[in-house]
């Protein structure tokens, strides 16, 4: 993984909302947007710009199944992130 990379993954996680989001993606495996706002006192569109920090960092993969989108957690990207963090 290159120091860009990297970056974007530090900058995703640089907000509460979205390492609380990865904490309930992990927990639950995988889940719709819709479930995540539900979750979470913000609106669908804040909850959903997170989401595609998330998904640009690499960190939350999307798959879309008619008309929703599933997410879920790279344990690859965190288990890279995590090594790297090691190494320091």
Known sequence: MDIEQLAKIFK???HPTRIKIIEHLI???TCVCGEIVD???YSQSTISQ???LLKESGIVCGEVEGP???FCVD???LNTLKQ???TL
């Open 27 to 29: 927990n639950i495996n």
């Open 39 to 41: 979750i979470f006192p």
């Open 84 to 86: 790297y963090i090691e």
């Open 68 to 70: 929703k989108t599933y």
């Open 12 to 14: 995703a996680l640089g």
């Open 75 to 77: 344990k690859t990207v």
């Open 50 to 52: 997170h989401l595609k």
